[in-house]
């Protein structure tokens, strides 16, 4: 069975997504990658959607969905990417690794239409650094 590894933000619109999306990407069929949110919602930002496009990832058909939904099974990493879900984060069954790598909400930019999408765009890029990072690592494991 594939290992899960779930990614927590507190609204499950943003932040958690683009986790998700990058990891996938770069794990394929090594683990099962989820998002979710200690209060989720209810959709996932229509930038989230449109910065992660622009790099090749669809997410269009992600939902946003409460870390309730994963209490009742093995879970072995939890990656926490802002500080209210690193508080809110219960301890999940199988839980063998947490790691805690907290990213400004890009849904809570203001300005102008461009700054916000930029903003959008930045997080995504540092996002993207970090968990693919995090995937390198994770493959060279399991070639090991």
Same mark, same amino acid.
């Given at each position: 069975? &594939?290992?899960?590894?779930?990614?927590?933000?507190?609204?499950?619109?943003? %932040? $958690?997504?683009?986790?998700?999306? #990058? /990891?996938?990407?770069?794990?394929?069929?090594?683990?099962?990658?989820?998002?979710?949110?200690?209060?989720?919602?209810?959709?996932?930002?229509?930038?989230?959607? &449109?910065?992660?496009?622009?790099?090749?990832?669809?997410?269009?058909?992600? %939902? $946003?969905?409460?870390?309730?939904? #994963? /209490?009742?099974?093995?879970?072995?990493?939890?990656?926490?990417?802002?500080?209210?879900?690193?508080?809110?984060?219960?301890?999940?069954?199988?839980?063998?690794?947490?790691?805690?790598?907290?990213?400004?909400?890009?849904?809570?930019?203001?300005? $102008?239409?461009?700054?916000?999408?930029?903003?959008?765009?930045?997080?995504?890029?540092?996002?993207?650094?970090?968990?693919?990072?995090?995937?390198?690592?994770?493959?060279?494991?399991?070639?090991?």
């Amino acid at each position: 069975m &594939k290992p899960t590894i779930l990614i927590l933000c507190t609204g499950n619109s943003c %932040r $958690s997504h683009l986790g998700e999306g #990058f /990891l996938r990407a770069a794990l394929g069929e090594l683990a099962n990658v989820q998002s979710a949110g200690s209060n989720p919602t209810g959709y996932v930002h229509p930038l989230a959607i &449109k910065v992660m496009a622009e790099a090749g990832i669809d997410i269009s058909g992600h %939902r $946003s969905k409460h870390l309730k939904e #994963f /209490l009742e099974q093995p879970v072995t990493t939890v990656i926490t990417v802002c500080g209210n879900a690193d508080q809110a984060c219960p301890i999940f069954p199988g839980q063998l690794n947490r790691h805690h790598w907290p990213f400004f909400d890009p849904a809570k930019a203001t300005g $102008s239409e461009e700054e916000i999408l930029k903003c959008f765009r930045s997080i995504r890029d540092e996002i993207r650094r970090v968990f693919e990072a995090y995937a390198d690592g994770l493959r060279d494991a399991a070639k090991r």
